[in-house]
């Protein structure tokens, strides 16, 4: 087995049962995850609430789609 070393970390009840984080005891790999999956969740937020903005979640799919063809179009004629 190789050599662990063991670091703690201080987690509010409410972080604690928001984050699933079981019995207490985490592989700092799965922490690591667990850290990237909020913050990712948090810019999936903010991108909503900037489209909502900005008009972009009104779009519908076939905007949608023309918007991603003209960036691919202009991307292989440049």
Known sequence: MSNMRTIQIKVSETDFQKYNLGNGEIKFTSLVELIKQEYARQALIECNEIAK?????NLSIDEINAEIKAV????THS
């Open 72 to 75: 691919r179009d202009a991307k």
């Open 53 to 57: 903005k900005v008009g972009l979640s």
